[in-house]
């Protein structure tokens, strides 16, 4: 059996920085506009934990520090040149992605990412395992420690309901799966069972610490994930992104009990606890269950909102009727939505809203907390455009302007608009908190068609009011138009 080395002090003062670091990052992530510091802020954290974790353990003979801590060699872990090749290889892969990746399959790359954190936890929880002396996890008697055996079982149960469930998000946000919700029949009763099943293996696993229980525990964690993820409709894919962040970092949490990183621990914690706050914010921003939307659907009433666009009467406009009714505004309030996102048209919009400052109209953006595919989806795009920060704002802010606005420039945004969130009991969306467009004097609507409804599968009842003109068109289409009629 391999000894346990004692942690010399400076790795815990080094990882102690790392988590400092990883703090101040999500600070910093609060803010566009000190968005940019907590990156880089999270970034010299990572690379304090890694150097660190490799020095570590970095193959040597046995032996005492100066300090008087003992090395052993309790991992085996790959050669120094394995090491490196590992990480360039993940490098390139990340750097070459992150350049060719578009703004509008953010969502999906987040969810990939997801997918890999979980994998990881599973594949880490299975070599500890199968070699759990490499681990420095054993007792005199050569079998695993009984909390070892907790930690690893639930790090691989949360790791591989995270793969699974990523992938069946990343299907959905992809367009490779339906966006509607897919429920299938008793779908409440076969998650319970499948809970109460994990639950069980568990439990048998660290009483026995039988090979059938561990695998059957990890095979089950599989399949609930996709269970969990499936009967979630695409309104409340930002939840889901979310939530399932906060599974990945639950899920290096419980690896980093296992490899004893403290590193691991504390960063696995942040990420648990911040996403699991973030998916709670969203939940109440949108007027769902917490536990109904973690728990895929678990005690949602159906509804029966449309889903076909309604054939009613509309009025359409052009870009020079909107570029006409802006210049002669006062106040003009644009909301960005997903289309802009897929038509990339924030760089044109900023332009057209710079236009309009210079004929002296007061411009802000008006932004809800589920835009987009993903929290924070729009707030990333405008700052990707240099849109001022100081003019963007979030529902809460600036939903009581729309009364005063002269107009309301919506462009691409349809389910957080739609006033049947406010009316309509039987609709999806009933209840999510909706930006109050349809208050200012004139809604310009920038849709690429009549004929799409909104991801929450509905149609929008702000296109059929009289103070309402469409502008049918790719966004960044039309709002080219409009910039070329204001100039």
Request: aromatic share 8%; net charge neutral; with cysteine.
């Amino acid at each position: 059996m391999h000894e346990v080395a004692a942690t010399p002090s400076w790795v815990l003062i080094a990882y102690l920085i790392s988590g400092i670091c990883f703090i101040l990052a999500l600070r910093g992530l609060s803010s566009p506009a000190s968005s940019q510091r907590g990156n880089r802020l999270g970034m010299i954290g990572m690379a304090i934990a890694v150097v660190t974790t490799l020095i570590v353990h970095a193959p040597r003979m046995p032996g005492t520090l100066s300090d008087g801590h003992v090395i052993s060699l309790n991992l085996e872990l790959a050669s120094a040149g394995e090491i490196l090749i590992a990480i360039l290889i993940g490098a390139a892969i990340g750097l070459v992605t992150s350049r060719r990746i578009q703004m509008t399959a953010m969502p999906q790359l987040v969810a990939a990412f997801h997918s890999l954190v979980g994998m990881a936890a599973v594949l880490v929880g299975s070599a500890a395992f199968l070699n759990p002396s490499a681990f420095g996890i054993v007792d005199a008697a050569g079998s695993i420690l009984g909390v070892s055996r907790i930690e690893m079982g639930l790090g691989v149960a949360i790791g591989a309901i995270t793969f699974s469930g990523s992938v069946i998000a990343f299907l959905k946000l992809n367009g490779n799966m339906s966006g509607k919700p897919i429920l299938l029949p008793a779908r409440h009763w076969i998650n319970l069972a499948a809970m109460l099943a994990i639950f069980f293996f568990l439990f048998g696993f660290y009483d026995s610490q039988s090979p059938i229980d561990f695998w059957t525990l990890a095979a089950l964690s599989f399949a609930i994930g996709f269970l969990l993820i499936i009967p979630i409709g695409g309104a409340d894919m930002p939840v889901v992104i979310s939530m399932l962040n906060s599974y990945s970092g639950w899920a290096a949490a419980a690896m980093g009990f296992t490899l004893h990183n403290s590193a691991m621990i504390i960063t696995g914690a942040l990420v648990g606890s911040s996403g699991a706050i973030l998916s709670y914010i969203m939940c109440k921003a949108m007027n769902r269950s917490f536990i109904s939307v973690i728990a895929g659907g678990f005690g949602a009433v159906a509804s029966s909102g449309a889903a076909e666009a309604i054939d009613r009467p509309y009025k359409r406009g052009s870009a020079e009727d909107a570029a006409f009714l802006m210049k002669q505004a006062d106040k003009v309030i644009i909301v960005p939505g997903y289309g802009m996102a897929v038509a990339q048209a924030q760089h044109i919009l900023r332009e057209m809203a710079d236009l309009l400052k210079k004929e002296g109209v007061e411009v802000k953006y008006a932004i809800h907390p589920v835009a987009g595919r993903m929290p924070g989806h729009m707030n990333v795009l405008l700052a990707e455009a240099n849109v001022p920060y100081d003019e963007v704002f979030e529902l809460e802010d600036i939903n009581s302007e729309f009364a005063t606005a002269d107009v309301a420039f919506v462009i691409g945004a349809n389910d957080v608009t739609n006033p049947a969130a406010k009316t309509d009991k039987g609709s999806p969306i009933y209840g999510m908190p909706v930006l109050d467009v349809e208050k200012a004097r004139t809604v310009l609507f920038v849709k690429r068609s009549m004929g799409g409804v909104g991801y929450a599968g509905v149609d929008n009842e702000l296109f059929y009011r009289d103070n309402t003109m469409m502008l049918l068109a790719d966004a960044k289409k039309m709002v080219e138009e409009i910039v070329k009629a204001l100039g």
